[in-house]
């Protein structure tokens, strides 16, 4: 069974990510959305266990994607889970600088493991977790950017 991680911070989850995770449902037998715990800062707009039910009520319908949260470096949580892979989105050359380093380091700590990447859709180029945050938080309805579920958590966040 090939299995891949899908690691990140996820707050909130967007359509970005959803595009990503069924590309990678198509690729792997089972896909791992890895939630970061580290992320408990005041820029932040979701807890931990709120990151975590929002992308389940996203994948509710994707039978070979599970969600979960880990607080450890992410070969060792790909490691305990069997993943062959793990696999990021990249949006832009920035995001290619950032994830040449990471991907150094983990085959570095973990050789076993492989480092994919797949390019956004045209259509989410734009689109980050961060971005989302801030334009929510002016008061921008992020309907077409996220899932119905999170936009209505975001709603209910900021008493829209």
């Known amino acids: 069974m090939r299995i891949a991680v899908y690691p990140g911070g996820f707050d909130p989850v967007t359509n970005g990510h959803l595009d990503l995770i069924t590309r990678m449902t198509h690729l792997f037998d089972r896909v791992v959305v890895a939630v970061v715990k580290g992320r408990e800062d005041r820029a932040s707009m979701f807890s ?3 990151r975590i039910s929002l992308i389940r009520g996203a994948v509710d319908d994707m039978p070979n994607v599970e969600v979960e ?3 450890e ?3 060792e949580f790909a490691r305990k889970k069997g993943a062959v892979a793990i696999v990021r989105g990249i949006r832009a050359v920035t995001d290619f600088e950032i994830e040449f380093d990471m991907a150094l380091m983990n085959r570095k700590m ?3 493991i492989e480092s994919v990447y797949l390019m956004a859709n045209q259509q989410f180029l734009f689109i980050s977790a ?3 945050r801030e334009v929510s ?3 921008y309805d992020v ?3 996220v899932p119905p579920n999170v936009r209505l958590a975001i709603r209910e966040k900021l008493g829209h």
């Open 48 to 50: 931990w266990d709120e």
């Open 69 to 71: 949260g880990f607080d």
């Open 73 to 75: 470096l992410t070969v």
């Open 110 to 112: 973990a050789p076993e």
């Open 130 to 132: 961060s971005r989302i």
């Open 137 to 139: 938080r002016l008061g």
């Open 143 to 145: 309907a077409e950017l």
